[in-house]
């Protein structure tokens, strides 16, 4: 079946250390999207990508990066530089022309 | 299971009643709006979409209702089941990077 992979479900992280978080597509959509969910406020965009070695910063990427050197693969790398990085991270992903995200299963970071 | 919109609004409703969920959205631009149902844990799940040259819009027991002039947007579910429990976001499509912007969420709760 298509969909989207993220992994691992649950990440614990120690302070100071970098995490990255995975994010496979099979569904051969062009862009890719990585969003942070904190209790009581809706999804803030972190990073996006439209196209394979290109993405752009969204409205909170300080401390975070990314990298798109697959069109299936997007990871994202949380560094010691995100202050309080302790959050539910989603993946989603979209075809080019159409204007709904398909969303991977989430990835809970905590730091301990 | 996670606990996402600790201070969400939240709908109580009785099994078989319908449901109402509203939604104010930002962009008089936007072009394009979904609705997404989070159960805890996991990703958004797709429920209904409009497109902005649109005021309603019917699926399987839910309806979606545009109104421009006041930018509002709201969900309605028929004949609520205990499966319907879950928080609903509303999205629109900023168009810029098919990036959506997400509302805070609705935390809905439905009583046997």
């Known amino acids: 079946d298509g969909g989207i992979t993220q992994s691992p479900k649950y990440l614990f992280r120690k302070e100071g250390q970098n995490v990255t978080l995975s994010c496979e597509q099979n569904?051969?959509?062009?862009?890719m999207y990585w969003y942070r969910q904190d209790p009581g406020q809706g999804l803030r965009l972190i990073y996006y990508?439209?196209?394979?070695?290109?993405?752009q910063k969204g409205d909170i990427a300080e401390g975070y990066s990314v990298s798109r050197e697959k069109k299936e693969s997007f990871p994202l790398t949380v560094t010691s530089a995100q202050k309080n990085p302790t959050a539910f991270y989603l993946c989603?992903?979209?075809?080019?022309?159409?204007?709904?995200?398909?969303f991977g299963s989430g990835t809970r970071l905590t730091v301990v | 299971g996670e606990s996402v919109g600790l201070h969400l609004p939240t709908l109580s409703v009785q099994e078989g009643d319908n449901s109402i969920i509203n939604c104010a959205y930002s962009?008089?631009?936007?072009?394009?709006f979904i609705w997404y149902k989070q159960e805890s844990g996991k990703g958004p799940q797709f429920i209904i979409d409009?497109?902005?040259?649109?005021d309603k819009r019917q699926g399987q027991r839910v309806t979606v209702l545009l109104n421009k002039t006041v930018k509002h947007l709201s969900l309605q579910i028929a004949a609520t089941q205990p499966g319907d429990s879950a928080v609903y976001f509303c999205a629109e499509n900023m168009g810029d990077g098919n990036k959506l912007v997400f509302g805070a969420g609705t935390i809905l709760r439905v009583k046997s």
């Open positions: 962009n008089s631009a936007s072009d394009y």
């Open positions: 990508s439209q196209i394979v070695n290109d993405f």
């Open positions: 409009i497109r902005s040259n649109m």
């Open positions: 569904l051969n959509h062009d862009a």
């Open positions: 989603a992903s979209i075809q080019q022309g159409t204007y709904g995200y398909t």
